[in-house]
């Protein structure tokens, strides 16, 4: 994936020990920001909630299903842009097949269909 939401990926090891390498990102996670003594304003809110959004947008676009987007998985850069990293989970599902089951990501931020076991879209993304 190429966009500037999303964080860019600069390559992996293919021998023990194992690592991923990506794009530097100078400042903190989304959740210690918005937790610092120092929150964002309204408008760095909206900025962030945005360029989230388009990148989730960008993935669904490319068949996608992000499965646990949280603060803590939302890197900001040098100009407190957000991209989304920790891909773990994601998956890749082919038009032909758009219905994902199975609870997966971090239980508070889950849509109440991946909750219940149920089949879900990107859309559970969304609701996250």
Known sequence: MNHFAVIGLIGVTQEPPYYIVSEFMPKEN???CL?????????QRTIIALGVAIGLSYMHR???IYRDIKSLNILLDADEYPKICDFGISRFVP???DLMTGGVGT???EAPEVI???PYTEKADVYS
């Not at 937790?35 to 408008?43: C, D, F, K």
């Open 107 to 109: 239980a508070q931020w």
């Open 30 to 32: 989304l959740f210690k």
């Open 95 to 97: 038009q032909s097949r």
């Open 62 to 64: 490319n068949n996608y």
């Open 35 to 43: 937790h610092s003594n120092i929150p964002p304003t309204p408008t």
């Open 116 to 118: 219940n076991n149920e």
